[in-house]
């Protein structure tokens, strides 16, 4: 190995950056890492604002089916570095996990991504692992240098790593430092990229002032969703101002950002019993009302509580006037007329980026031997419920066997 083989630069300091720079120096190889930001790790620690979901316990098979086109890539990523490994892995950490009851995995109570992210520091300073932060990647120089930037002085320089990994993230949340301004730089050596949409994200509704001044921000509990035949998720739904949120509400934005790149528009639907079986609710909604109001009437024979009244009047004004028959069908299948998803900028990870064609199977790029690449920035998407965060440790990890490989 001469000397400009002897190191492995590693751009970006998120999850995938730091699990390739943990999984290279314990292989023995010298790392440096390379963040653009002041300290590392921005969103993992905003990760853990909704609860701090580094996994998840499902069978390895719906793990990998979680990751759609990409399952079998992924079969094989989970299979180097899986759901148990990541548990082991933060145990080794002093960081114990648990299974939900929804199959998530969290750290036990007590501990927060700061947490977990300060012992991890810890161990990569203890493998030797140096930490250049402030020092942006600019692009890439002749056949294996890379351009840097230090943000405080502003002088710029050339390294010359033996291998490179970039795991600079997608393109939300730009405060964080995932800012998708890699893309150019990618593009500029012919690294195909694919542009980057929201997934994981709200979707708007154009709710009449009515509605949004009455209901404002409302949750419905253990509701049904889906787009047009689609499976259904389960789930609660938040009403918001903009439209609807939500864990159903994300797990289905690949279905409904197709809808809307086909025809402009498209419609979520509600089931607002998913438990109910249509001939018991119907049943219900045939017994004599004794002259009680709509609302009263659901409340007490579904109890369907504010503000599913509002809900349904703003949907379908003609909800008061419906025989027993329609009333049912619609309380099983509420349209959502859906206008938009929410800005990428909002969204809790990013769909698009570096298609896997442009990698091998070491997630190397063709274009530029010796440049692997990992984590957000890689064109895949999956639901929330620890799948994001297990894919950026997954890829990370497998990035390093790659590099590894490769130094020999
Ligand atoms: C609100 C929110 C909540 C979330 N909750 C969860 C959750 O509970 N469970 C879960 O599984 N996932 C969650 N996620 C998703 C998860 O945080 C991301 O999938 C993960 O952080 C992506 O990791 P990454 O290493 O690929 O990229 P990032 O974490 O985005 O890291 C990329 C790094 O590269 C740096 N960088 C970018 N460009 C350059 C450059 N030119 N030079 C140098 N450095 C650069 C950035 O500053 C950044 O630090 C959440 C995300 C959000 C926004």
Redesign the pocket.
């Known amino acids: 190995m001469n000397e400009r083989r002897e190191w492995v630069a590693i751009?970006?300091?998120?999850?995938?950056?730091?699990?390739a720079a943990q999984r290279l120096a314990e292989a023995g190889l010298p790392v440096q890492v390379?963040?653009?930001?002041a300290t590392?790790?921005?969103?993992?620690l905003?990760?853990?604002?909704?609860?701090?979901?580094?996994?998840n316990a499902e069978d390895k098979r719906h793990f990998a089916s979680r990751y759609g086109a990409e399952e079998t890539r992924f079969e094989a990523l989970l299979n180097h570095f899986s759901p148990t490994d990541l548990r082991t892995w933060a145990a080794d950490l002093g960081i114990e996990t648990f299974v939900g009851t929804s199959g998530r995995i969290f750290p036990v109570a007590a501990h927060k991504p700061a947490d977990l992210l300060r012992a991890w520091l810890h161990r990569l300073r203890e493998l030797g692992v140096q930490i250049h932060t402030r020092?942006?990647?600019?692009g890439f120089a002749d056949a294996t240098g890379l351009r840097?930037r230090n943000e405080i002085s502003g002088a710029e320089t050339t390294i010359e790593p033996a291998a490179t990994v970039l795991?600079?993230?997608?393109a939300?949340?730009a405060k964080?430092?995932?800012?998708g301004?890699?893309v150019p730089?990618l593009q500029e050596i012919g690294v195909p990229v694919t542009p980057f949409a929201p997934a994981?994200c709200g979707a708007e509704v154009a709710w009449s002032e009515f509605f949004k001044t009455k209901v404002g921000r409302a949750p419905l509990k253990n509701i049904g969703l889906r787009v047009h035949d689609g499976p259904m998720v389960r789930g609660e739904l938040m009403l918001t101002d903009y439209g609807v949120e939500g864990t159903p509400v994300y797990a289905l934005t690949p279905q409904v950002r197709q809808a809307l790149h086909r025809g402009g528009s498209a419609t979520l639907f509600l089931n607002l019993k998913p438990d109910l079986p249509p001939s018991t609710l119907l049943a219900r909604l045939q017994q004599r009302r004794n002259g009680a109001s709509l609302p009263d009437f659901l409340r007490k024979a579904l109890s369907l509580a504010p503000p599913v009244p509002t809900l349904l009047r703003e949907l379908a004004p003609e909800v008061s006037t419906l025989k027993p028959e329609a009333l049912a069908a619609l309380l099983k299948a509420l349209p959502l007329p859906v206008a938009a998803l929410r800005p990428l900028d909002e969204?809790?990870?990013t769909a698009g980026g570096i298609p896997f064609s442009a990698v091998d199977e070491h997630l190397m790029l063709r274009q530029r031997p010796g440049t692997f690449v990992?984590?957000?920035?890689l064109d895949w998407e999956a639901p929330?419920?620890?799948?994001?965060?297990?894919?950026?440790f997954s890829?990370?990890a497998w990035v390093a066997r790659g590099v590894a490989l490769r130094l020999g």
């Open positions: 751009i970006g300091g998120g999850p995938a950056g730091l699990m390379f963040e653009a930001q590392v790790g921005r969103k993992f905003v990760a853990g604002h909704g609860g701090f979901n580094l996994s020092h942006r990647w600019l840097l795991a600079l993230g997608g939300s949340w964080t430092g995932s800012d301004a890699w730089l994981n969204a809790i990870s990992a984590g957000e920035m929330t419920g620890g799948y994001l965060l297990q894919g950026c890829t990370g």
